[in-house]
């Protein structure tokens, strides 16, 4: 079992969806938890961090944490055709030069 | 104002070749990595240093060769370059909650 899965999709959705990201993990150690944006030959962009269990808010974007179930997920309301890009969630245990395990990313498609 | 920063975007080689990438961050940050995302997009740690040190070499063949002049450069000596390390090449510098920001990348083809 991978220590982090991703559907890497693409999946399609037209504009003004809302748009749900997923990702499970192994792990039970990751306590904090990341989305990168990756647009077509750009590097990631982080969006949003959290830690631990519990839901992060910010503008269109929300991330929600569930350790119980070491599930993550990013949900995008009123998506854009600018939002299309490739989305990595990515994890770290709290433990000195701990470094990030990601996921293999999922292709969003958002049509006009 | 760019926070991390990579020099050349695009590098194309010949087999067996030396080539060096650079990386510069102005976060202040005391730790720096470098990560292949190869043709499926997948990250791939490489290496960590913190403050000049090595601290993480993950199985990388030793044609790479990172140095770390001071906490704010990290570079990546590549000798005799081989058709499977065309990838692109990221730097990134961590933050206080270990979040990482990451460099626009260099596409290195070798042919």
């Known amino acids: 079992q991978k220590e982090v899965e991703q559907d890497p999709g693409p999946l399609s959705v037209p504009e003004g969806a809302i748009v749900s990201l997923n990702c499970t993990y192994s792990?039970?150690?990751?306590?904090?938890f990341m989305w990168y944006r990756q647009y077509s030959r750009k590097g990631p962009e982080l969006l949003m961090y959290?830690?631990?269990?519990g839901n992060k808010e910010d503008g269109r974007f929300t991330a929600q944490v569930d350790k119980s179930s070491k599930y993550i997920s990013l949900f995008i309301r009123d998506s854009q055709p600018s939002d299309s890009a490739t989305y990595l969630c990515a994890m770290s245990a709290r433990s000195g030069y701990s470094t990030l395990t990601f996921g293999k990313g999922t292709m969003l498609l958002v049509s006009p | 104002d760019t926070a991390v920063s990579q020099t050349p975007k695009y590098l194309v080689t010949q087999m067996g070749n030396d080539k060096s990438i650079k990386c510069e961050q102005n976060l202040g940050h005391d730790t720096m990595y470098w990560y292949k995302q190869d043709s499926k997009k997948f990250l791939k740690i490489m290496f960590s240093?913190?403050?000049?040190?090595?601290?993480i070499n993950e199985t990388v063949p030793n044609r790479f060769s990172p140095k770390s002049p001071d906490k704010a450069h990290l570079n990546l000596h590549i000798n005799s370059l081989e058709l499977g390390d065309s990838a692109v090449y990221f730097c990134a510098s961590r933050g206080t909650v270990y979040e990482q920001y990451f460099g626009p990348g260099t596409r290195l083809t070798v042919t």
């Open positions: 959290t830690y631990s269990s």
């Open positions: 240093y913190n403050n000049k040190e090595l601290i």
């Open positions: 792990n039970s150690a990751f306590q904090y």
